[in-house]
């Protein structure tokens, strides 16, 4: 909170709305304001797209989009700022993703971006207008304890849930955070939508990131960081026990579990199951060597402290989850025993943990243990 709003008490009717362009945040701006607050719509410039072919395709943060949330907030009423948040995103997101992938990880750029660009921008536009509140269309729940603790939790369709990537928010950043359509499911946001005659009812989803369509990461690092990707040397993939089996085009190019585009012909398919950045070499076997007993996590990020049991993990996102025990290796991390081993668990992504509905907390992969 800036030193100016620190001196006065926020006004707990006001909102600060999320507006992506999308039914979610528009149908999440028209629930706020069925609930009686005052609301200001904010829609975050995070990514120009220009005329570049790669990027152009994608709806988020086109002008399209812009314009759309624009329109949603006019005909409700309701004030729109647009932000500039470019040169935050490129360095907290876009070139963190570039560097994890040089390093042989596979990281989440959307959950790097909820900590690091989006909840602080909305909080910083929120402290300047004296707003208690921020609000987007995430589909999670946020419950309120008796002693005012803030609980997130898994939103209502378990199709849609976004409480996965919403694990490194603060707690702070959650008690002044609300989620809308928490409790509905997407059909049912649809039909708000179209019963409001909202320009974005139609609206397709959108699948891929803003700025990685048809989530090409090959070819968007090739294009981001052509003198990088040019100088990426190539190396061997070996198998288990190190014997030369191909070669590889440069580790940025894989990731854990991967089996297309290897190159290598044998009497099974091959998945990658380690990608060694040192030694600049990576590891393929067959399926059953793609699965881990195991996996250890760190930058933990706790909202409750794990003394519940069981609990669930998740380690990727739309993951089913499985049964864990946690064996703590310091106070930065943790040793994470799976009841039944998974594939791919992949260093970079991030694992979640829940107790039920509610998320605990989480934390990025730091690397696995084989199950074999």
Not at 298 to 312: K, Q, T
């Amino acid at each position: 909170m800036t030193e100016k709003n620190s001196k006065k008490s926020m006004d707990r009717k006001s909102v600060i709305v999320a507006m992506s362009g999308g039914v979610d945040s528009s149908v999440a701006l028209l629930r706020v304001l069925d609930e009686g607050y005052h609301a200001v719509g904010v829609t975050m410039k995070l990514w120009d797209h220009g005329s570049d072919a790669l990027t152009s395709a994608s709806y988020c943060c086109s002008a399209e989009a812009v314009e759309n949330a624009k329109n949603v907030c006019e005909s409700a009423g309701v004030e729109h700022h647009l932000l500039d948040y470019q040169d935050a995103f490129q360095r907290n997101v876009v070139d963190y993703l570039v560097g994890e992938y040089f390093e042989g990880r596979t990281p989440n750029p959307c959950i790097r971006c909820n900590t690091r660009v989006r909840w602080r921008a909305l909080l910083d536009k929120a402290d300047e207008l004296n707003a208690h509140w921020i609000a987007s269309g995430h589909y999670a729940i946020i419950e309120q304890e008796d002693d005012g603790t803030s609980i997130l939790k898994k939103g209502l369709d378990s199709n849609k849930d976004q409480s996965y990537v919403l694990w490194g928010l603060s707690k702070d950043a959650l008690a002044r955070t609300m989620f809308p359509l928490g409790r509905l499911t997407k059909s049912e946001v649809r039909r708000l939508a179209k019963d409001a005659n909202l320009i974005t009812a139609e609206i397709a989803e959108s699948q891929e990131l803003c700025f990685v369509p048809n989530d090409n990461y090959r070819q968007f690092l090739h294009d981001y960081a052509p003198e990088r990707t040019t100088k990426e040397s190539h190396g061997d993939f070996v198998d288990r026990v190190g014997n030369v089996v191909g070669q590889h085009e440069g580790i940025s190019a894989y990731t854990i579990g991967q089996r297309r585009g290897l190159g290598i012909s044998g009497p099974e398919a091959l998945y990658v199951t380690d990608i060694d950045a040192e030694k600049n070499r990576v590891t393929v076997t067959p399926r059953p060597g793609a699965y881990f007993s195991g996996c250890v996590v760190g930058d933990l990020n706790w909202h409750h402290e794990p003394d519940i049991s069981p609990l669930h993990v998740l380690i990727r996102y739309n993951h089913e989850g499985v049964l864990c025990s946690l064996v703590w290796d310091s106070e930065c991390s943790v040793n994470v025993e799976f009841e039944m081993p998974q594939f791919a668990v992949t260093p970079g992504q991030s694992a979640v943990f829940y107790s039920g509905d509610t998320l605990m907390g989480g934390g990025i992969i730091v690397k696995g243990f084989a199950a074999e």
